[in-house]
């Protein structure tokens, strides 16, 4: 009999350390696994400032140089950024380009004079270029003004699979305006215009998931000109 309960015994204590190695206490429970690094490209940042089209009216005076001024340049951080380019132009010509941790910077430039500018988004894995936007300093005009960078329009019918594109030109002096148009399709130019004095095109066949970037060049009667950029992936 006491052979038997010994028997019992070891077989109890043999269950107990099973299911005690088994089971779900919190010493067994296994850390969630870490989550991957992602490798997204940083997303398209919007301009704020200076107020694209118009006369800048965020700015300082330089008390070192009565022709000058600091213009407050603002725009949205972008997912996935790390820092972030600012480029200004003067015509086609580049006059500043410096790289930023934050979403503002300030930059001296001449008074009375239009300029266009964009900001790109930067990380470890490439870069992602915004939007073109244009603005005139305060002061006495220098010359004739450039026209203001165009404000480009987008957008795509599924039922019809065309892609409207227009435009919005201006011109602080309000001189007549002709523009050269260039539309991408990826990386294939799709579609060119030289001198159109209008501010749509003819609708465009697209593709699902392509991109499509579109490049004006507003030209004024004096010569004067500005180069507007806008890029956007087709639904």
């Not at 019992?8 to 190695?21: A, D, P």
């Not at 599924?158 to 201006?170: A, I, L």
Request: charged fraction near 20%; glycine fraction near 6%.
């Amino acid at each position: 009999m006491k052979m038997i309960k010994s028997i019992f015994r070891i077989m109890y204590c043999s269950i107990v350390i099973i299911l005690s190695s088994c089971g779900g206490g919190s010493g067994g429970e296994q850390p969630p696994p870490e989550a991957e690094p992602s490798n997204d490209l940083p997303l398209k940042v919007t301009g704020t400032l200076p107020v694209n089209g118009e006369p800048c009216s965020d700015y300082d005076e330089v008390p070192s140089d009565d022709s000058m001024v600091l213009i407050t340049f603002n725009w949205s951080e972008a997912q996935f950024a790390d820092s972030y380019k600012l480029i200004v132009l003067d015509g086609s010509s580049e006059i500043f380009s410096d790289n930023y941790p934050n979403a503002e910077a300030q930059v001296e430039l001449q008074r009375g004079k239009t300029y266009t500018w964009s900001v790109t988004a930067k990380n470890e894995f490439g870069e992602t270029p915004g939007n073109s936007y244009s603005f005139t300093t305060p002061g006495m005009q220098v010359g004739n003004y450039a026209p203001y960078a165009a404000e480009i329009n987008v957008e795509f019918n599924t039922n019809t699979m065309e892609m409207s594109v227009g435009w919005v030109g201006s011109d602080e002096d309000s001189d007549a305006l002709v523009y050269d148009v260039k539309v991408w399709e990826d990386n294939n130019l799709l579609l060119e215009e030289v001198e159109y004095s209008l501010d749509v095109l003819e609708p465009i066949i697209f593709m699902n998931t392509r991109k499509y970037s579109v490049e004006v060049i507003s030209k004024d009667t004096a010569g004067n000109f500005s180069i507007s950029t806008y890029s956007v992936e087709a639904p």
